[in-house]
């Protein structure tokens, strides 16, 4: 199995935790991640089967007994009324580790384990594979302070792990996107993994949650979120461009963001200047989803077409989220933007520091793209550190006070 960053924080949250949630989108690697690592120590039992469901909806309490503690139990949000159980069982006993559980998050599991296993559980997020955890190097202990160290303090010629050296192409990574299968499998088809994922569970499962009727909309809607993909998410324009209502548009967006499809980026407006922008940016979390709906099959119009800025952007923002959420930590990233159009791409909010981020696609940087970092350390002052831009470039360079850092180097070490 090739390695996950989240498994030094299961196994550091098994030591103090009687249970353990693993939450994420579909296909993202978490029934992989418990079977490889945790059979030798718990049994595993999958409640996607239906006779298993139905043992356990029939009889509760014997499949307790059936199946004690230490236990995996797979796709748990298939059962979320078991969970009522498991709490007597964990107030009976709460030996730390000995419940793992993982599930697609939904509305109805998540209200399930807030309920019933408060206190009792630590509830983390397995996303597709890192660009680190791509290349076989997810084992490595780095800590978010470790990142921010290593980008902003440290001569990053001296940091990186090779990459350039290793075989990911911007292109493939924004094509194949980073699924497990599709990525670790070069045989996998990337349009007919990503039209079934799309049909499987996208269409699928937002239908039964939303009870969408009309599945013609609903696509236009996916197909108009992956164009916004990297922009502000204006609500009233897209209910406009779907033709549908506000209220539909907000439920839609917060199904998504609830099955980690997309992620909602906040501004962060902590009174630094008079005027700014304080609606989220919309991301999809992974980029073969994205240029999928885009109608982007292919290098040349991705990489010399008008939604490259985007994409790259998506990409980067993405590697972010996936760095916090495997450590067992909430995003602390925004954007900053004001009313005039300045903008800070990525700003990550740490201890009481903040780290500016600019994100270009180009492979040309010129000292007009260091504008916003130096207007936002103006603005900042001493709450801030000197910014950098991550690029399409292939080596690290200084301009203008600013440092730039190539895309690989400044992801690889997540």
Known sequence: MIPRTLESTVKKAMKTFPAVLITGPKQSGKTT???????????????????????????????????????????????????????????????????????????????????SLSGRIAIL????????????????????????????????????????AQPVMLDDWLLRGSYPEIRANSDVDRNLWVASYIQTYLERDMRQIANIGDLNTFNRFLRLCAARTGRILNMSELSRDVGVSVPTIKKWISILEASYQIYLLPP?????????????????????????????????????????????????????????????????????????????????????????????????LLPGHMGPLIRWKELAGDLTSAGIVIANISEAFTLKGCRAISWKTGLDIF
């Open 125 to 164: 997020s397995l996303l597709p594979f890192s660009l680190g955890e791509s290349l076989g190097f997810g084992a490595r202990q780095r800590s978010i302070d470790d990142i921010l160290e290593n980008i902003f303090a440290v001569h990053l010629e001296t940091v990186g792990i090779g990459l350039d």
């Open 33 to 115: 991640l418990l079977v490889e690592r945790f059979s030798a120590t718990h049994r595993f039992v999958s409640l996607e089967n239906p006779d298993i469901r139905a043992r356990l909806n029939e009889d509760p309490v014997g499949f307790l007994k059936e199946n004690p503690p230490p236990v995996v139990l797979d796709e748990i949000q298939y059962c979320p009324e078991f969970l009522h159980y498991i709490k007597s069982a964990i107030d009976d006993d709460r030996t730390p580790g000995q419940w793992l559980l993982s599930g697609s998050q939904s509305f109805s599991l998540m209200q399930g384990v807030t309920q």
């Open 268 to 364: 962060y407006f902590n009174n630094l200047g008079k005027r700014i922008i304080k609606s989220p940016k919309l991301y999809f979390i992974d980029t073969a989803i994205a240029t999928f709906l885009l109608g982007l099959h292919a290098a040349e119009p991705i990489l010399h077409g008008p939604l490259i800025g985007q994409l790259f952007e998506t990409m980067v923002v993405s590697e972010w989220l996936k760095a916090f959420y495997h450590r067992g930590e909430r995003p602390e990233i925004y954007y900053w933007r004001s009313k005039g159009g300045l903008e800070v791409d990525l700003i990550v909010n740490r201890n009481g520091r903040l780290y500016p981020i600019e994100i270009k696609s180009t492979s040309t």
